[in-house]
């Protein structure tokens, strides 16, 4: 499976724009980006998801590098509600579900902390 | 609204039992997934079903059975056979498997005393 990597942790200031960095230098051409959240205690939320072109949606945007091999998850204004893992996943959407392909595959995320 | 419930919120075992964590959707969403998370980790696969009656084993299905006789239900028994069953348990489903988003459930902290 392809694989990503996330910082252990990055910090925030509230109401300041964050910038979450994932690279994804193996990623094939039908594997989508997806981004989950998991606040303390619950399961995790799903973000945005993208294959290509940037994508926007309420709660945040997707930068997607051209080469595909990094994408950064924006949250315009981080609010304190905002702390939480953030875990950058790839999802083959190509239809090779043997074995577990096709399924989401967690790693240990980025932790963001939001200072007041 | 349509989610994910997960039953019961926390669950204590003793050693050597069986117990069985609920999982019920009602989004009409074909596949469904068992992941288990222990403190500090990601998310760990256990099992997951693409369709009523058919389920897969994941990356740690060892002493862990599950059944979908139903769409809606996806039931996870953890054995006496899993050797280190505290964790929190996480139900999820999405509407089939491929790209599609997951929704998850709220969890279950499962303690072995």
């Known amino acids: 499976d392809a694989k990503t990597t996330q910082p252990n942790s990055m910090e925030s200031n509230e109401e300041e724009p964050v910038h979450l960095p994932c690279n994804h230098s193996?990623?094939?051409?039908?594997?989508?980006i997806h981004w989950y959240r998991q606040l303390p205690s619950q399961g995790p939320e799903y973000v945005i998801h993208?294959?290509?072109s940037n994508v926007n949606n309420r709660m945040a945007s997707l930068a997607i590098a051209e080469d595909r091999k990094s994408s950064t998850l924006i949250l315009h204004r981080a609010t304190l509600r905002d702390a939480a893992v953030y875990y950058c996943?790839?999802?083959?959407?190509?239809?090779?579900?043997?074995?577990?392909?096709?399924?989401?595959?967690f790693g240990k995320g980025t932790k963001l902390s939001v200072k007041p | 609204d349509g989610g994910i419930t997960q039953s019961p919120k926390y669950l204590f075992r003793k050693e050597g039992q069986n117990v069985t964590l609920s999982c019920e959707q009602n989004?009409?969403?074909?596949?469904m997934y068992w992941y288990r998370q222990d403190p500090g980790q990601g998310l760990r696969l256990i099992y997951y079903?693409?369709?009523?009656?058919?389920?897969q084993k994941g990356d740690i299905a060892e002493g862990y059975s599950v059944s979908r006789e139903k769409k809606e239900s996806f039931p996870l028994t953890v054995t006496s056979a899993q050797k280190n069953p505290t964790a929190f348990y996480l139900c999820?489903?999405?509407?089939?498997?491929?790209?599609?988003?997951?929704?998850f459930g709220s969890g279950t902290r499962l303690t072995v005393v």
């Open positions: 999820a489903s999405s509407i089939r498997t491929g790209s599609y988003g997951y929704t």
């Open positions: 193996t990623i094939s051409g039908t594997d989508y």
């Open positions: 993208g294959l290509t």
């Open positions: 996943i790839l999802r083959d959407g190509g239809g090779n579900y043997g074995g577990s392909q096709g399924n989401l595959i």
């Open positions: 989004l009409n969403h074909d596949a």
């Open positions: 079903s693409q369709i009523v009656n058919d389920f």
